[in-house]
């Protein structure tokens, strides 16, 4: 969740880079059923006819290879955009170059676990939230730690991350845990847990996710931790969300419509499954939720620089 305050790094780490598709192209769209095209109305778009998604090809939420989109995030647009009538097409680009192509128009919808910050709500119509990352530790399978973890939980073990993860302080005022390394790479950071000379890594915890769905051999597992007063960068959990322009509000409240439609389908969590993201944490919110005065109100009225009255969708995904 790139650029967050939930402790995701600022840029992706090298033991994934080869899911990264360099260049972009057409997907092949799934096929439109009559009842679709019928039904959904006209929207604004980039290109006629097709939702243009600005992706950096980070798996396990984006990816184009084959001509096929993968990846959790930019299969749940796939599969909004087919209820709305629309093929997909990726923009493969840099990250931080995501946010500028949807502002002036040459994607329509960004994504890739991208957090909600306050600062995205002034820039970009935000989403309903599509799921919710928190931090997790990754530690060998046999480890006897389950369903969560706690800061308690650390006492005398050895605790390590890469450097450029914004928890970093958090983690090093942890009380008395043997240790706590910063590694160049989250290569070294895995190698060290497979060993036994760290018992627990802080990575990214959606790509550690995908690395253990494409090796099953590495025998690790990651556990969530429970959210803790005084150490908000590692134990709070983030909110991923959806990305449009300010300037587009009829496609923003057909994909939000879209969105309430994952959650009520459970098209969300079958997908972020196929992806390697496993854990029933990821549907799962925070205590608080940070929006709230920001960009929603209590009910979920939208505020702030995205506020509009919304247009009604949710008979397009009946």
């Known amino acids: 969740m790139p650029a967050n305050g939930t402790g995701t790094q600022v840029s992706r780490r090298d033991f994934l880079r080869h899911t990264i598709v360099i260049g972009a192209g057409l997907m092949a769209a799934p096929l439109l059923s ?13 290109e006629d006819g097709f939702i243009t998604i600005a992706m950096s090809g980070a798996m396990p939420m984006t990816g184009y290879e084959g001509g096929k989109l993968m990846g959790s995030d930019a299969e749940m647009i796939a599969a909004i955009a087919n209820k709305l009538g629309l093929a997909v097409k990726p ?29 995205r709500a002034d820039a ?38 890469s450097v450029g993860y914004n928890f970093v302080p958090d983690l090093k005022k942890i009380p008395d845990t043997k240790e706590v390394k910063l590694y160049d790479t989250d290569d070294a950071a895995i190698r060290d847990v497979q060993a036994g000379r760290l018992d627990f890594a802080f990575l990214d915890g959606p790509e550690v996710d995908y690395m253990v769905l494409k090796n099953g051999d590495l025998k690790l597992k990651q556990v969530p931790l429970r959210s803790t007063e005084g150490y908000p960068l590692l134990t709070d ?5 959806m990305g449009m322009s300010l300037d587009n509000p009829d496609l923003f409240d057909a994909f939000n419509a879209g969105v309430k439609w994952l959650w009520s389908s459970k098209t969300n969590g079958t997908i972020l499954t196929k992806n390697g993201m496993t854990s029933p944490d990821y549907l799962v919110a925070p205590q608080a939720n940070p929006r709230i005065g920001v960009d929603r109100d209590e009910s979920g009225k939208i505020l702030g620089a995205a506020a509009h009255t919304p247009k009604d969708f949710s008979s397009l995904f009946g």
């Open 34 to 46: 009559r009842s679709a095209l019928a039904a959904a109305p006209k929207f604004k778009t980039a």
């Open 91 to 119: 923009a493969i680009m840099q990250w931080s170059a995501t946010i500028e192509a949807i502002k002036s128009g040459r994607a329509d919808i960004m994504v890739g676990n991208m957090s909600w910050t306050p600062k």
């Open 124 to 161: 970009m119509l935000l989403t309903d939230a599509i799921y919710y990352a928190g931090n997790l530790a990754t530690m060998r399978a046999d480890m006897p730690f389950k369903d969560s973890i706690g800061i308690a939980d650390f006492k005398g073990y050895s605790l390590g991350t």
């Open 237 to 241: 959990k983030g909110i991923a969300v």
